[in-house]
């Protein structure tokens, strides 16, 4: 049987249109808790309100990416976004290039930083004339140097009278935190005029978070059952994407069984098989055995 006819079969088992715990950031499936509504409201402030530098931070899988996915579906034709992820580099030259190559701007090979950088200003400065302002989204942001972060502070002194040319967002894990608070960074921290850390779920949200999943999926019932909620979020530290895992693995378990319903037994047997790899999981694995 092959893997597409497997998936059909699992969708169509629980009557489900998709798979509700796909890894892959998906806005359509973006569930609005208290944290991740601050989150969004303090991105929209900071590029409403024109901030140099926006910063939103929080663990890995804790749903950054698809927050900000979201609010790119919502920029009109007047934004001009660049995306740029794991910049390692602490070269200046190659960080331009970086930049233009996610703004779709070609450059010479041969190019010296100094005409890459009038080039650059030179595409903002136009994109200002024409009533356009341009963001750079940094993605994994907790891999730039200081290096990099004070080039890119340099970047946002471009500007026409009042009116800021290149604003710039920056996402990443909780350590982006401790990065920029480095006392020789002081100058690029007073530019960060909005920023949020998205907290993990409590057990709660994880619960509310699993059903509004299975929901946007096709769902016509909650099916997890309370204390395997409850059991999934101690073992993911209600972390999203580790949420994730655990209940498709959970919705391959009660596929075999015969389910829904999802139940307790089914999410204990997962972490006895050793089949989850989560935070927290090899702790209650050795409980359970």
Known sequence: MSMISSLDIYSEHFGLTERPFSLVPDPSFLYWSKQHRSAYTML????????????????????????????????DDQVQVGMISNAHSSDRSELIRWIMQSLSQEMSRDASFVEMFKQFQDYLVDEYAKGRRVILVFDEAQNLNRETLEELRMLTNINSNKDVLLQLVLVGQPELRDIVRNPDLVQFSQRIAASFHIPAMDGDTVRSYIEHRLR????????????????????????????????DLAMVYGFSEGGPPITLSVVRQILSDGAFFGVGALVLRNKIN
Do not use: S, W
């Not at 016509?220 to 972390?239: N, P, R, S």
């Open 216 to 247: 946007v999926a096709g769902a016509k019932t909650m099916f997890f059952e309370d204390d395997a909620c409850q059991l999934i979020y101690e073992v993911t530290g209600g972390v999203p994407r580790l949420v994730n895992q655990l209940c």
């Open 44 to 75: 929209e402030y900071g590029l409403m309100t024109r901030a140099p530098i926006t910063m939103i931070t929080g663990e890995v899988g804790a749903g950054k990416t698809t927050l900000l996915l979201h609010l790119l579906q919502m920029l």
